[in-house]
């Protein structure tokens, strides 16, 4: 019986807990929606998130447009090119070959690099170090103030509209001369103001998120992608609810809990990223891509003016399956002009080894001390999800030299082998999807 009475009594407690939960949490939600200013940087969130994620999505179309014209246009051209040329030297030198990196189908949510970093060439069996660091010319603007896309939005400005929603918590209530009386009418007075602080970020983190995965299912993003990019933003919400939350609770003037939630934000959005990547320039030095094609143009461009012979044992020392090579004039010749092209690559390996490790260990520190900037490691993570990192970048410019290297392994049998021309072997060259 006494068994059976305490577990009666259990039953009846966990009841009435739960049913005064209840009313306690449909209270909240009644009074967080008559709040106009909740609901004003609410609308304001859902806007702003629609508009990021709608630009992000026009852009990833205009990209995909812009390489679905310029594959057909350089298929095109080629074929035309093809029908002037008579030798295996002028087909290599007058046809343009298209390279690209598609963005992925998460990049309306966060452009990452592509917009100072090439995403596309029109490559040719030249030297490859003048070309694979060519870019358009973009739009000033963005490359001085950044682009506006999700990411950039999500991990910079909605710490600011949090603190604006939680930094008057309490003090808010106190002004109106509610406080006293809520916490002496509610039992558990941290428990209230934690609920009251969880719907507000609770509601900013719907209106966020809710345009980001129409625009997913719109793009095709896998669900997978979705997922992990909700629970990043998820993880990110709560950091700075948790902060707001904390400070809120001070016994101070709000305007003093306000000015210390926007000096946080200052110190871990602007001062840390900013120092942090003046002094990893300092910390890790990387030669400057103007070195890079310095030095190949000036090598190519001296090849004019030295014997054939210093050339071609400097391309033989490297590719000695082609030392039996017999030149068949004593004038222009396109294997000589092809080796000293080759030559000038290879004279700039090892700055652009050093180029390319320096950007990775930079890219590698910065990611550690992001650790200490949650605005910079949100960013980075959705950046990474979307494939518009350095990493992914660089992988581009893999496929690039990959594919060059393919032209080169097509064009040099014909040219070392005096293997006489023949127009229709031309259909036999690789593309650049094929070797993806």
Same mark, same amino acid.
């Given at each position: 019986?006494?068994?059976?009475?305490?577990?009666?009594?259990? %039953?009846?407690?966990?009841?009435?807990?739960? *049913? !005064?939960?209840?009313?306690?949490?449909?209270?909240?939600?009644? &009074?967080?929606?008559?709040?106009?200013?909740?609901?004003?940087?609410?609308?304001?969130?859902?806007?702003?998130?629609?508009?990021?994620?709608?630009?992000?999505?026009?852009?990833?179309?205009?990209? /995909?447009?812009?390489?679905?014209?310029?594959?057909?246009?350089?298929?095109?051209?080629?074929?035309?090119?093809?029908?002037?040329?008579?030798?295996?030297?002028?087909?290599?030198?007058?046809?343009?070959?298209?390279?690209?990196? $598609?963005? !992925? /189908?998460?990049?309306?949510?966060? *452009?990452?690099?592509?917009?100072?970093?090439?995403?596309?060439?029109?490559?040719? @069996?030249? $030297?490859?170090?003048?070309?694979?660091?060519?870019?358009?010319?973009?739009?000033? =603007?963005?490359?001085?103030?950044?682009?506006?896309?999700?990411?950039?939005?999500?991990? &910079?400005?909605?710490?600011?509209? %949090?603190?604006? %929603?939680?930094?008057?918590?309490?003090?808010?209530?106190?002004?109106?001369?509610?406080?006293?009386?809520?916490?002496?009418?509610?039992?558990?007075?941290?428990?209230?103001?934690?609920?009251?602080?969880?719907?507000?970020? =609770?509601?900013?983190?719907?209106?966020?998120?809710?345009?980001?995965?129409?625009?997913?299912?719109?793009?095709?993003?896998?669900?997978?992608?979705?997922?992990?990019? =909700?629970?990043?933003?998820?993880?990110?919400?709560?950091?700075?609810?948790?902060?707001?939350?904390?400070?809120?609770?001070?016994?101070?003037?709000?305007?003093?809990? %306000? @000015?210390?939630?926007?000096?946080?934000?200052?110190?871990?959005?602007?001062?840390?990223?900013?120092?942090?990547?003046?002094?990893?320039?300092?910390?890790?030095?990387?030669?400057?891509?103007?070195?890079?094609?310095?030095?190949?143009?000036?090598?190519?461009?001296?090849?004019?003016?030295?014997?054939?012979?210093?050339?071609?044992?400097?391309?033989?020392? /490297?590719?000695?399956?082609?030392?039996?090579?017999?030149?068949?004039?004593?004038?222009?010749?396109?294997?000589?002009?092809? $080796?000293?092209?080759?030559?000038?690559?290879?004279?700039?390996? !090892?700055? =652009?080894? $050093?180029?390319?490790?320096?950007?990775?260990?930079?890219?590698?520190?910065?990611?550690?001390?992001?650790?200490?900037?949650?605005?910079?490691?949100?960013?980075?993570?959705?950046?990474?999800?979307?494939?518009?990192?350095?990493?992914?970048?660089?992988?581009?410019?893999?496929?690039?030299?990959?594919?060059?290297?393919?032209?080169?392994?097509?064009?040099?049998?014909?040219?070392?082998? /005096?293997?006489? &021309?023949?127009?229709?072997?031309?259909?036999?060259?690789?593309? &650049?999807? !094929?070797?993806?």
């Amino acid at each position: 019986m006494v068994g059976g009475g305490t577990w009666r009594t259990t %039953l009846v407690w966990w009841e009435d807990e739960t *049913m !005064s939960t209840y009313h306690v949490l449909k209270r909240e939600i009644k &009074f967080t929606a008559r709040d106009r200013s909740v609901w004003l940087w609410l609308v304001i969130v859902l806007s702003l998130s629609a508009i990021s994620v709608g630009f992000g999505l026009v852009d990833v179309e205009r990209q /995909n447009t812009t390489i679905e014209k310029l594959m057909a246009a350089d298929q095109q051209d080629r074929l035309l090119e093809f029908e002037k040329v008579n030798d295996w030297g002028g087909a290599a030198y007058y046809s343009f070959h298209l390279t690209y990196d $598609a963005p !992925s /189908n998460f990049a309306y949510a966060a *452009m990452g690099l592509r917009d100072v970093i090439p995403w596309k060439h029109r490559i040719r @069996m030249l $030297a490859l170090e003048g070309q694979i660091y060519e870019r358009d010319v973009g739009n000033p =603007s963005i490359a001085l103030i950044g682009r506006f896309d999700f990411a950039f939005f999500t991990a &910079f400005i909605i710490p600011l509209v %949090l603190i604006m %929603l939680l930094y008057d918590l309490k003090t808010s209530e106190k002004t109106a001369g509610r406080h006293d009386l809520l916490e002496a009418t509610i039992g558990r007075p941290f428990a209230f103001w934690l609920l009251r602080a969880c719907l507000r970020a =609770s509601g900013l983190f719907l209106c966020l998120m809710t345009p980001l995965i129409i625009a997913g299912l719109i793009a095709g993003t896998s669900l997978y992608t979705l997922i992990l990019a =909700s629970l990043f933003v998820f993880c990110y919400t709560v950091f700075w609810t948790a902060l707001c939350f904390v400070i809120s609770f001070w016994r101070k003037p709000s305007s003093v809990i %306000l @000015m210390t939630l926007i000096t946080i934000w200052i110190a871990t959005a602007v001062i840390l990223p900013a120092g942090a990547r003046f002094a990893i320039d300092r910390l890790v030095p990387v030669p400057p891509g103007a070195d890079i094609l310095m030095l190949q143009r000036e090598t190519v461009n001296d090849a004019w003016d030295l014997p054939k012979k210093v050339t071609m044992d400097a391309f033989f020392s /490297n590719h000695p399956e082609w030392s039996d090579y017999v030149p068949v004039t004593t004038s222009f010749d396109w294997p000589w002009y092809y $080796a000293f092209q080759q030559v000038g690559d290879e004279k700039t390996e !090892s700055l =652009s080894t $050093a180029y390319r490790s320096g950007r990775l260990r930079r890219a590698h520190i910065a990611t550690w001390v992001s650790l200490l900037a949650p605005p910079s490691l949100l960013e980075r993570s959705l950046q990474s999800l979307a494939n518009t990192d350095l990493d992914a970048s660089l992988i581009y410019e893999d496929k690039v030299r990959t594919y060059h290297a393919a032209l080169r392994g097509f064009y040099y049998p014909k040219f070392f082998r /005096n293997e006489a &021309f023949d127009k229709s072997l031309l259909e036999n060259l690789p593309t &650049f999807e !094929s070797i993806q």
